[in-house]
Each structure stands twice: as C-alpha cells, then as structure tokens.
C-alpha cells in the first residue's frame, strides 16, 4: 500500500543550525502539507503546498521556514535557523485532491530535537 | 478558531468493550477525519465522513457526523488491547486547504 515517507525519523540539532526534513509524498498525490505536534499537544498545521506554491500556511509558519518540492517526488521543508521551541514532531501528509474532497495521509515523522 | 474538541480526553475501558469517543467543531466543515496515533508514531487515517453524510463504517469503527450540532462521535466495538492509542477528529475549513486537528481523546484498553 502506497505510504508517505520521511526522513530522517529523528534528528538532533544545535540552536541556530539549519535543518532539512524530507518527505516522499505519495506518488499520484497533489496537494502536501507539514504539519507539527510539539510532545503532549495537539497536532499544529504550518503549511499546504499545490502546483508548486504554498496555498496556505499558518501563523507558525513564518520567515524562518521554508518547503520546496526539488524534483518530482521530494517534499521538504526547511528551518533556517532553528530555535529550542522548534522542538517537535513534524508529519509530511498528501492528498490526492484538497483536504476538502479527499483523505490526507501522514508519514510516521519526524523527531526534531533542538539543543 | 475551527478547533475541534475530543471529549473525554482519557478514556479507560476492559477488553472487549465499546469505546466512545466524541469530537465537536465549530465552523461549515466539508469533511471530518479520524486519526489513530500509536505513542509517539505516525496519525494513521481511519475513516472520512463528508458532510452530506450521517454514519459511516469501517470494520470495528462507526462514525457519526451530525453538522447540525457539530459534533462527530467514533465508535470502536469490541475493543482489543491493540486499539490502545490517541484518536484525534480533524475538520477541514471550507476553501481552505488544511486540517484542524482536536486535542485527542487518549484511548487505554486493559487486558
């Protein structure tokens, strides 16, 4: 069964560094999101991304944070200088259509560690 | 703010029970999702419920959606100590291409 897939599963980091989390979407998928759950809380969406340019994104989500979509199957997202509170899980997730229309599917995360 | 709700947020229940969990919203949805989160894992999707829709199910799993009251229930009959996990709703807002995501509800199943 097709599954979203990130790497890597958990990364240690050190305060200011830049940080890339990678995601392979599923393959016939258009719309791609990242979304965060720091420990103990709910799930926080940051961005969705279709037809090669972020369609929205959230207050989280500002200058220090970037995605792209390199080539035809990467999804990443970017954290330029990363801080403590940047500590969380992040989850890769595809639709094939809108979250309106059709089900999104997570990848297993991954675990951001800033120290 | 489109958050949805879970309530209970912990529930306790022996094997072989029904678990009933509860999510509300507060805006026009066009679909609501339930997820499945092992500890520390990934949300697995367990089932979608448009909003021209009022039950739905899914193996063990029966989904309400009742939009006039915005509220959606989860169902799990005949529980295994398996479904030991955090379910949350999510919603999606209309026109907008994203999820809000409930605090979850923390499902334990005793042996």
């Known amino acids: 069964e097709p599954e979203v897939t990130q790497t890597p599963s958990h990364q240690v980091t050190q305060m200011g560094q830049e940080v890339i989390l990678r995601c392979v979407p599923i393959s016939n998928h258009l719309y791609f999101y990242w979304y965060r759950q720091i420990l103990g809380q709910k799930v926080e969406f940051l961005v969705s991304?279709?037809?090669?340019?972020?369609?929205?994104k959230s207050e989280i989500f500002d200058d220090q944070f970037s995605v792209e979509r390199p080539d035809g199957s990467n999804f990443t997202l970017k954290i330029r200088s990363t801080k403590l509170e940047d500590s969380a899980m992040y989850f890769c997730?595809?639709?094939?259509f809108g979250t309106g229309i059709t089900e999104a599917f997570f990848g297993q995360g991954t675990r951001l560690t800033v120290v | 703010s489109q958050q949805g709700e879970e309530d209970p947020q912990a529930l306790s229940i022996q094997e072989g029970e029904n678990a009933t969990m509860n999510c509300s919203y507060k805006?026009?949805?066009?679909?609501l999702q339930w997820y499945r989160q092992n500890s520390g894992r990934g949300l697995v999707h367990l089932i979608l419920?448009?909003?021209?829709?009022r039950e739905k199910h899914s193996g063990r799993l029966r989904v309400t959606l009742d939009t006039s009251k915005k509220s959606s229930s989860l169902l799990i009959t005949a529980s295994r100590a398996a479904d030991t996990a955090s379910y949350f709703c999510a919603t999606d807002a209309e026109g907008a291409q994203k999820l809000v995501f409930g605090q979850g509800t923390r499902l334990t199943i005793n042996p």
């Open positions: 991304f279709y037809n090669n340019e972020i369609s929205e």
């Open positions: 419920i448009r909003s021209n829709e």
């Open positions: 997730a595809s639709s094939e």
């Open positions: 805006t026009s949805i066009n679909n």
